[in-house]
């Protein structure tokens, strides 16, 4: 049976500042998985758990579709 870490993925990371921002990295394993680059975009949902969600380019077209109408 896998462990609930291999499951959800888990890893920790350490927050450091850029410029007057906060920042963490996101794991190799995720970027591979969703074959992020950089200048890709992301979604973030937060309340008290963040989830992290890549956004993809059909999402966007959609979405200035529906901003069009």
């Given at each position: 049976?896998?462990?609930?870490e ?42 008290d ?21």
């Amino acid at each position: 049976m896998m462990s609930e870490e291999e499951v959800l993925g888990k890893d920790t990371r350490t927050i450091f500042a850029i410029g007057r921002s906060l920042a963490v990295t996101l794991p190799k394993e995720f970027v591979e998985v969703h074959n992020l680059k950089p200048g890709d975009r992301v979604d973030i949902y937060f309340n008290d758990v963040v989830h992290i969600e890549p956004v993809k380019t059909e999402k966007i077209r959609l979405k200035l579709k529906k901003s069009k109408k």
